[in-house]
């Protein structure tokens, strides 16, 4: 994976999660139904996120070239930024059980 589409992907994921927060916080529900669907879906996002991780941990291990140390460089970054990602998850979803 290169850097721009591992940048791009998690800009999507980003952009992903931020937009489906902003649509359900100003869908004209109640609070309770607005917060068990951010809930719901913010764990979906989890999951995918852990998905992610998984897979590119997975995919660190098969690399074996020249580009080796580029590779796990770029993996790194990309398991890094999902890993704070799946952190920022796990805040809003601590923050809306909260409420």
Known sequence: MSKNST???????????????????FAPDKGNNTRDRLTFR??????????????????KEL???EAKDKGNKVVNEAKTKAERLLK??????SKIKEN
Not at 88 to 93: E, F, K, M, P
């Open 7 to 25: 940048n791009s992907f998690i800009s999507l994921l980003i952009g992903l999660i931020v937009g489906g927060i902003v649509g359900i916080l």
């Open 42 to 59: 913010l764990n979906q996002y989890r999951k995918k996120l852990e998905d992610l991780i998984a897979e590119i941990t997975d995919e």
């Open 63 to 65: 690399v074996k070239s």
């Open 88 to 93: 920022d998850v796990d805040g809003i979803l």
